[in-house]
């Protein structure tokens, strides 16, 4: 067993112990969850030891954050593991206590002005709103993206101290919170980043939803298939039915295109390659899938998958959550296409080749 797979096993261990649950405003993530991970030194994978990490290679933290994502864990990982801290890392900045929730957002209604109070570079002050934050009011910290003080290029990375922050109690389909923090020139420490790399921080936000999607996509699908060889109707199993045999492959047909891009796009993270469009075309096709896959599934099921008892709702509300998060699909084939077109028309099949 490799490494790898020892990670796996140990998080679908932790997460045998937690079932899934709806979320509402007075259960909002699942602590418990999180505090089994934290011990077991999870919420630390991938991130340098020296920098207070538990150590271990991204695909160690993208299998941590696909396993949690196919078993609906209501904790923010996906979060802390492939965007923030690593932002935070590769920006040179302190690293919160990986047993602490660390979340991201994107904020760029935020004025951002330098502080020279003698403690030096890299401290500013945030005043304005950031909406749609990732577990707001859960999360003790978050790695702001926002724009840079006026007459500077780029944009600032910021570590906020979010534990006395209130937050608004939004929350997308599945109830995980998406509310608002109000900033009132909030202290906190950044660096400035180059646009060049405020888009990769961007794309790695794509790229951690484009994860989550693809293990939600792939958890729907073998679902699916299992109630359809377990269903009996008219004296013989679903699975039986020609209809319902072309709508399974339907599913696997676009689960399977899903997960080849989104592998694609993290082993480009890996290689150190500029992930932008291939986080993009992984974020894009994983949208378009969630389309198909979730009525499907829901068709093939029937009635019993609508029902709050069933378990399919708790990914299938939460496909539809994460498609819309993280920018939008057009959003991001607007970056892809001006992308792939960028080297004129003699590079064009050059740039697609590359993205996949």
């Known amino acids: 067993m490799s490494d790898q797979d020892l990670v796996v096993e140990t998080v679908r261990d932790i997460l045998s112990g937690f079932e899934p649950f709806a979320l509402t405003a007075e259960r909002r993530w699942d602590a418990g969850l999180w505090a089994a991970l934290a011990d077991a030194g999870l919420t630390g994978v991938g991130l340098p030891e020296e920098a207070g990490g538990s150590g271990g290679e991204l695909a160690d933290a993208v299998a941590i954050v696909r396993t949690l994502a196919a078993g609906a864990g209501a904790v923010p990982v996906a979060e802390q593991l492939l965007v923030a801290t690593p932002a935070l890392v590769a920006a040179d900045l302190d690293l919160p206590s990986p047993q602490e929730p660390t979340t991201f957002a994107i904020a760029d209604a935020v004025t951002v002005h330098p502080v020279d109070n003698g403690d030096g570079p890299g401290r500013f002050t945030l005043t304005g709103t950031v909406p749609d934050v990732a577990w707001a009011g859960v999360a003790s ?19 906020v101290d979010a534990s006395s922050l209130p937050a608004t109690d939004a929350a997308n389909l599945a109830g995980e919170p998406r509310g608002s923090l109000v900033l009132d020139r909030a202290g906190c420490s950044g660096a400035l980043l180059s646009a060049a790399q405020a888009g990769e921080v961007r794309a790695r936000y794509a790229l951690a939803r484009a994860v989550q999607l693809a293990a939600a996509l792939e958890q729907v699908l073998a679902w699916t298939v299992q109630y359809a060889g377990e269903r009996h109707q008219f004296g013989r199993p679903l699975g039986r039915f020609q209809a319902i045999q072309m709508e399974l492959a339907e599913m696997a047909g676009e689960v399977t295109a899903v997960t080849a891009l989104t592998d694609a796009a993290v082993q480009a993270l890996d290689r150190g390659e500029d992930v932008v469009l291939a986080a993009a075309a992984a974020k894009v096709r ?13 068709q093939v099921h029937g009635a019993i998958g609508f029902t709050q008892e069933h378990k399919l709702h708790h990914l299938t509300r939460r496909l539809w959550s994460w498609r819309d998060e993280a920018g939008s699909d057009l959003a991001w084939a607007r970056v892809l296409g001006a992308g792939v077109l960028a080297g004129g028309p003699d590079a064009l099949w050059p740039a697609l080749t590359r993205v996949v």
Not at 141 to 159: K, N, Q, R
Request: proline letters at 6%; hydrophobic letters at 70%; a negative charge.
């Open 286 to 298: 994983a949208g378009a899938a969630v389309e198909v896959v979730a009525r499907l599934a829901h």
């Open 141 to 159: 910290s978050v790695v702001v993206l926002a724009p840079a003080p006026a007459g500077i290029e780029g944009a600032v990375l910021a570590l």
